[in-house]
């Protein structure tokens, strides 16, 4: 009920969004990747396209603020997180929930190690705990020579951590919190990490874990969970 609300108040701003992608060079408004989601499953994904045409042959998976592929309309649209707003036909088909892990492509799952697999134990979600805290992705990765690999160093081991502690705490009560979090992010995002870090905390987060939660500091390269190896080469 949520999720129909949102998508119906959200259709005008969708349409004009669909409208300048369309009139900037042409091509469908949609990016409708595969995304593998709850048990495996695969299923295709709505997103409004803020890159070129076929920017997926490029096979970089992660983008950067600086990546070339991303269109003057994306740009836009990438900073206020609005190509996401069609996922939310996804929460009503069931084929994703409000909060829970971000879906990867297969490349991506193909890369999972036995304990990060149990990400695929729920739904997918449009937001969680790691989108609050790597709300700025596209920032991190910004200049980095392989993005692909830069995010298996820097933020997949830490994202697939803050999943698997969601994974091990749902209630209906966390997934209140991390949507009014996600709220609060765009507004005072300080305010919103510290208020993270609390909840990574009490879930038994490690140390290191709810210093990253709050973002304090440099992303170290780590190894993902289950794993012994810093990540050295992309999917594939």
Not at 90 to 106: A, K, W
Not at 190 to 204: N, Q, S
Request: aromatic fraction near 6%.
């Amino acid at each position: 009920m949520v999720a129909a609300t949102v998508l119906s108040i959200c259709l005008p701003l969708i349409a004009v969004l669909s409208l300048a992608i369309w009139l900037q060079d042409g091509h469908s408004p949609f990016y409708v990747p595969y995304r593998v989601g709850r048990g495996g499953r695969k299923f295709r994904m709505i997103k409004l396209r803020s890159m070129t045409v076929r920017a997926d042959a490029a096979r970089v998976d992660s983008t950067a603020n600086d990546d070339p592929r991303i269109t003057k309309v994306g740009r836009a649209i990438r900073l206020f997180k609005l190509d996401e707003l069609p996922q939310f036909w996804h929460v009503v088909t069931g084929d994703m929930s409000l909060v829970g892990p971000r879906p990867n492509i297969e490349r991506e799952t193909r890369l999972y190690s036995v304990e990060e697999r149990r990400l695929l134990d729920v739904k997918p979600g449009i937001t969680d705990i790691a989108s609050i805290v790597f709300a700025d992705e596209g920032k991190i990765l910004e200049g980095k020579p392989d993005p692909n690999i830069a995010y298996n160093q820097l933020i997949r081991p830490y994202k697939s951590r803050f999943g698997l502690l969601y994974v091990g705490h749902v209630t209906v009560a966390l997934d209140l919190k991390l949507m009014a979090l996600t709220l609060l992010n765009v507004v005072d995002r300080r305010k919103a990490l510290d208020r993270v870090a609390r909840i990574v905390a009490g879930f038994g987060g490690s140390p290191e874990l709810v210093l990253v939660a709050r973002r304090e500091g440099n992303l170290d390269p780590a190894a993902p969970p289950g794993l012994n190896a810093i990540v050295t080469s992309p999917a594939c």
